[in-house]
């Protein structure tokens, strides 16, 4: 399962924390910080499900790389 940043498309919206780690670079260590902290919100750029795993949004993380936490007028 490969995201084609290039062409801008990605085939999954939600993906699990291993998949977005292997895709960006990011760690899920910093993934947990971010979410401790309050940057990265459950229910918004992550989601728990009900079996514990933890999903990553990809649309949500872009517009978070674009805009950070700031409200969208």
Do not use: F
């Not at 062409?7 to 760690?27: A, M, N, Q």
């Not at 940057?39 to 790389?65: C, S, Y």
Request: glycine share 8%.
């Amino acid at each position: 399962m490969a995201i084609n940043i290039l062409k801008g498309t990605r085939p999954y919206r939600l993906v699990k924390l291993k998949k977005y780690c292997e895709i960006t670079g990011d760690t899920p260590p910093s993934v947990h910080a971010r979410r401790n902290k309050g940057v990265w919100l459950d229910g918004k750029q992550t989601m728990l499900a009900p079996d514990g795993n933890l999903w990553v949004d990809l649309v949500e993380i872009e517009q978070w790389v674009k805009h950070g936490n700031a409200v969208k007028h």
